[in-house]
Every structure is written in C-alpha cells, then in structure tokens.
C-alpha cells in the first residue's frame, strides 16, 4: 500500500525521545508527503506538555514548511478527563493547532482524578466487569468531547476503556471526524471492527511513534485494513490520497 501520510507522532515536548526535525526528516526518508505531531496534552504527571513547549514546537513546525518537502501540522493528542468530554488542553491551544487529536488516557493529574475518579482510575485498572459497568459512562464522556470541541481524530478508540463504538462512530461520521488506525494500539480496535467499518466512518493513519524510527511504519495496520476489506479510499494517508481536512475555527463552549 502506498502510503503518504502519518498524523499521530510524539517529539520531547511530551513522552517521545527526538525533536520535531528528526521526525520529518523520518517522513521524507520514508517517502511521506504529510506528517502531524500530536504531543499529549497538559493534564499529565509525567510527561507534560506547556504552552511555552507548545509556542516553540509551533515556531520550529514553521520553519520546516519553509524549508522542507514533508508538510508538517501542528496538532495536540488531548486527553478526555471525564463525562462532560473536557479535555486537558486550553483553548488557545486548540485555536493555535492544525490538528486535534482526541482520546482516554491514563496517569493524569490529580485535579483531573479528583474530578472523575472512576473514569480516571478504573479504566485500564479495574476488573474486566469493572471496566465494562463504565461502557456507558465512556460512551458519554467521548460523546461530550465531539459535541465540545472541534476533533479531528479520535485516537485509539477503546483502548483501556470500553466503550460503544458504534454510538461514538455514528456522531463521528456526522461531524466528519476520523477514527484513527493506530499502528501501536489496533489490536484495541479489532473488537470493534464490524460496527466501526459499518458505521461508514472515514479512517486516518496515526503511527503515534515515540521516535523517528517509528514514523511512517504501519505493517500491522496494513494487515488489519486488508483483513477487514477497508476501501483505501476511506483511509486518510494511503492509497488514493483521501484528502485530510481539519477543522480550524473553536469557539470555546465551557
């Protein structure tokens, strides 16, 4: 498969080990086109991502397009906190942003835990029945954050938090939101491969490499489009070229 474009990457201003030069310089060798760093948001304990970080990381993205052949977006992997779909990422963040990548995860600060503990702390935790009493609450919470912001992706869907992919995936068609094929977590999305394809969402390919070996590498993914008859077409980043449009304008609703 021909594939051009990866939209989910780290760089050290959250949790990945090289700089934003080295992950395009990744992409070129790997024949990509178009590349989206997506640092984690501000909510962590461990591996924060600052405004200041933010700023700077947006300045050396501007000089690469300048001076590069890889496109390089400016995105940010938020963080859902709880039911109301509140994201660890200020809006200003947001506005600045080219992409919003949006999903559950853990170790989050203890505002945010304090907040929702159950969906903070059960959620990749808890016994499997625990975990499954908390689908409905998940399904909310992931809900709330499509309505509130402006999501382009939705990253790793139901890893370590079940959820109801089909109810999520229908609110995603509509708003044209990508549900991503994450090359490090697609085990997380087999279980909901028939509602998801059904659903007529459209798919985007997201590496989330921590380094620059990791850019552009999608052997499992591949494997799991051509297992479920996933038209190339319905992939951003492959194949045809689906074209990726992100959305700009926020109006903050808090």
């Given at each position: 498969?021909?594939?051009?474009?990866?939209?989910?990457?780290?760089?050290?201003?959250?949790?990945?080990?090289?700089?934003?030069?080295?992950?395009?310089?990744?992409?070129?060798?790997?024949?990509?086109?178009?590349?989206?760093?997506?640092?984690?948001?501000?909510?962590?304990?461990m591996?924060?991502?600052t405004?200041e970080?933010?700023?700077?990381?947006?300045?050396?993205?501007?000089?690469?397009?300048?001076?590069?052949?890889?496109?390089?977006?400016?995105?940010?992997?938020?963080?859902?906190?709880?039911?109301?779909?509140t994201?660890?990422?200020?809006?200003?963040?947001?506005?600045?942003?080219?992409?919003?990548?949006?999903?559950?995860?853990?170790?989050?600060?203890?505002?945010?835990?304090?907040?929702?503990?159950?969906?903070?702390?059960?959620?990749?935790?808890?016994?499997?029945?625990?975990?499954?009493?908390l689908?409905?609450?998940?399904?909310?919470?992931?809900?709330?954050?499509?309505?509130?912001?402006?999501?382009?992706?939705?990253?790793?869907l139901?890893?370590?938090?079940?959820?109801?992919?089909?109810?999520?995936?229908?609110l995603?068609?509509?708003?044209?939101?990508?549900?991503?094929?994450?090359?490090?977590?697609?085990?997380?999305?087999?279980?909901?491969?028939?509602?998801?394809?059904?659903?007529?969402?459209?798919?985007?390919?997201?590496?989330?490499?921590?380094?620059?070996?990791?850019?552009?590498?999608?052997?499992?993914?591949?494997?799991?489009?051509?297992?479920?008859?996933?038209?190339?077409?319905?992939?951003?980043?492959?194949g045809?070229?689906?074209?990726?449009?992100?959305k700009?304008?926020?109006?903050?609703?808090?």
């Amino acid at each position: 498969m021909g594939i051009f474009g990866d939209y989910h990457m780290h760089t050290r201003a959250s949790d990945g080990r090289d700089t934003v030069a080295a992950m395009a310089r990744r992409a070129e060798e790997a024949g990509l086109s178009e590349i989206a760093i997506a640092d984690h948001g501000c909510g962590s304990f461990m591996f924060r991502q600052t405004e200041e970080k933010f700023r700077a990381q947006q300045t050396e993205i501007a000089k690469l397009r300048d001076e590069g052949r890889v496109r390089v977006l400016s995105g940010i992997e938020g963080s859902i906190t709880g039911e109301d779909g509140t994201l660890d990422v200020p809006d200003e963040m947001i506005r600045a942003c080219d992409v919003l990548v949006v999903g559950f995860h853990r170790f989050l600060s203890l505002r945010y835990i304090a907040k929702a503990p159950s969906f903070l702390l059960v959620n990749g935790w808890g016994s499997k029945r625990a975990k499954e009493k908390l689908k409905a609450l998940n399904t909310r919470a992931w809900l709330a954050a499509m309505r509130r912001y402006p999501v382009d992706v939705l990253c790793h869907l139901g890893h370590r938090a079940p959820v109801d992919a089909a109810a999520i995936c229908r609110l995603a068609a509509e708003k044209g939101i990508y549900v991503e094929l994450n090359e490090k977590h697609i085990d997380a999305l087999e279980a909901y491969a028939d509602e998801v394809i059904a659903s007529g969402v459209k798919f985007i390919l997201g590496s989330d490499a921590h380094s620059a070996k990791g850019v552009g590498a999608f052997p499992r993914t591949e494997e799991f489009i051509k297992r479920h008859g996933i038209e190339e077409e319905r992939v951003v980043g492959m194949g045809a070229k689906a074209e990726f449009h992100p959305k700009k304008d926020f109006i903050a609703t808090k």
